[in-house]
Each structure stands twice: as structure tokens, then as C-alpha cells.
């Protein structure tokens, strides 16, 4: 397959932000080590993992860490045969990641093709790849950008109008990687019903069946690793919600997505977004992809605790709306290149801001 010039480019860059910047921080220290323990460990050994010496953090699941940790498998073997320092396999642990998600970006860029054109399909990886949020985030092991792999898998799906995968990855997502996903599949659902071609009965027997399956797995998986019957997600559930303490890590004002969040996660190419939306060539198509992601956006900002991590979803459908602008092309090309510079700007502050390294 050949891989386009938009994609090396993303690829390039996310490499760079693991390269330049390897080291990570307290949100990504569970799913890292849960790798470096498999890697290093092997699952036969859980006694020896980290969270068994040292319990009391609020489970996760290990069905992620699991898959990149089967990526990394050659890298490890090597570093373990060279006698290389751990931290060249936490890059490698962390390349693995953002490749994956660079794949899904892949995925969701040849949806855009088959629905809007090459043209909207390759400027949107240009978009992403000029972004720094989006870039600096893809190799990082938080539960979100777990999460955000899925998604935009399901986003393709959802474009092809192929909904049942789409539906699949998106009960799998709330149910084993990132509950709150369930504030996106809403509004998403809302859609289906509108717009697509499912019954609220064959919605509700494929939901009943996929977040069966995906019970199956992750308390047949996190249960053995836990040492104890467990559903991580669940319990991730009931500290957020039912006990109430997200609030604990601090609040922000309502609309503090949209005036912040969201403006430093796209920086100018936020200005591309109403002149994808207002196309009357496109009849308004690329608005009945976006509204549910705005609504979802809405919906997180009645959330106190809020972060611009909890938002990542909104970003990949976001950059297709800017897309599918790519008229007047020398306005495009402007903020594609001023959003690159702010990247670099971000970037250099960021890598300041990365000084540590887990514990191995």
C-alpha cells in the first residue's frame, strides 16, 4: 500500500515527540509500567508487577497494555539482548502507541476520501500532523489515548456508514478503555437513529450483545491480573460518578473547553471549521457528522473536573471539518503553517515540562 506524503509526515512528527521527549508523568505511569511489566515480567509472573507491590491505585485495565506490549515484544527482546538502558524501551513502548494511533488516523483519512475527496482526505492528516496536542499525545499510555485509537476507528466506520462496527468500537471503548466515552457514543446513537438505517430493537440487541462480549473480556483479562474479580471501568465508574471525587483534581469554569481547551488544541486552523461546515457544495454533510461531537463537548462541560485530554475525541472529527475548507487555499496553507509554529512553541515548552522517568 502506498503511504502518501501526508502520512509520513504525521508519522515523522509523532516520532519526533517520543523521540525528543521520552519521559512521562503520574497520568501515564499505570499503563506504562503494566507493559514494562509484561515485557519484562512476563504475565506468568504477576506477583512481581507493580501495582501487586504496591497497591491502592484505581484499577485500569491491562487489555491495552496488553497489545502494546505484544508490538514491543521484538523491541524489548532486543534491548534485553544489548544490554540497552530501560528508557530506550519506553521510547520504543511509546513509538508503538503513536504508530498505532497514526494508523487509526490512516483508517479515518480513507473514510474522508470515499465521502468528501483525496483532497479533503490529505489535507486532514496535514492537519493533524501540524497540531501539537494531538501529536504530543498519540505515544503517551494514558487511558484516553487508548481510547482515542478506538474511536477514531469507529469514526471511519461511522463514515462508511458501516454502523455495527461502529457500534462495536464504541461499546468495547466505554466499556473496557475509557467509560466516559459514553458521553460521545450518546449523541452518536441520536445520529444512528436519525440518520441511519437501525431500529432503536437492533440498537439496543447489538448493544446487549457487544457489551456482553466486552464484559467477557476485560474481567476475564483484568480479573487475573488484579488477583481478584474485577471490572476496572467500572470501579473507575463508581469513584467518578456515584462517590463524586473527579472534582478532587480541581474545577474549571463551563465553558472553559471552548474558550481554551479547544483553541489551543487546533490553534488557526479553529478558523477552517466554518467554512467546512457552511459548504454549499457539500449541502451541509460535513455539520451532521459534527453536531454530535459539539454536543458531546457541551455535555463534558457540565463536568467540574475538566482537562483538555478529556475532550481528545472531538479532535479527529474537528480537523475533518476543517478539511473538507481547504478553499481559499492560500488561507489554509496560512494556518496550516501558523499552527505548525505554535506546535513547535508548545513543544519546547512541553519537553521542559517532561523531566522525569518511571520506576523501573
Known sequence: MQIAWCDLFV?????????????????????????????????ARVDRFDHIEFPGVVPRTFVGA??????????????????????V????????????????????????????????????????????????????????????????????????????????????????????????FAPVLLWILLYGSLSIVRIVGLGITFTAASLAITIGVDSYFWRR????????????????????????????????????ALLTTLVLIPFGVTSSVLDFAVWTYLWPVI?????????????LRFIFNAIPMLNMAAAVSMLPYLGALFCLVTTFMGAVFFFNASRVNYPGIVHS
Not at 68 to 81: C, T
Not at 96 to 125: C, E, P, Q, Y
Not at 236 to 263: D, I, R
Request: charged share 15%; hydrophobic share 55%; glycine share 4%.
Open 11 to 43: 508519522v515523522a512528527v509523532a516520532t519526533a515527540h517520543v523521540w525528543l521527549c521520552p519521559y512521562a508523568k503520574v497520568e501515564e505511569s499505570f499503563n506504562l509500567q503494566a507493559i514494562h511489566d509484561v515485557l519484562v515480567h512476563g504475565v
Open 66 to 87: 496488553l497489545v502494546v506490549a505484544a508490538g514491543s515484544s521484538p523491541f524489548a527482546w532486543l534491548a534485553q539482548q544489548l544490554a540497552m538502558r530501560k528508557i
Open 89 to 184: 524501551l519506553q521510547i520504543a513502548v511509546r513509538w508503538v502507541l503513536a504508530m498505532l494511533n497514526v494508523a487509526a488516523l490512516r483508517f479515518f483519512k480513507h473514510s474522508i476520501r470515499a465521502r468528501f475527496g483525496k483532497d479533503a482526505a490529505r489535507f486532514f492528516m496535514w492537519i493533524c500532523g501540524c497540531q501539537f496536542h494531538l501529536m504530543f499525545y498519540l505515544g503517551r499510555t494514558l487511558p484516553n489515548t487508548f481510547a482515542l485509537m478506538l474511536v477514531v476507528l469507529a469514526y471511519g466506520y461511522w463514515l462508511r456508514h458501516q454502523l455495527r462496527r461502529a457500534i462495536l468500537l464504541f461499546t468495547f471503548t466505554i466499556v473496557v478503555v475509557r467509560g466516559d466515552t459514553a458521553v460521545l
Open 229 to 264: 474479580w474485577l471490572w476496572p471501568e467500572g470501579e473507575v465508574l463508581w469513584f467518578n460518578t456515584v462517590q463524586n471525587k473527579s472534582h478532587e483534581w480541581g474545577v474549571s469554569p463551563p465553558l472553559w473547553y471552548f474558550y481554551s481547551a479547544l483553541p489551543r
Open 295 to 307: 454536543l458531546y463537548v457541551i455535555l463534558f462541560s457540565f463536568l467540574p473536573h475538566k482537562e
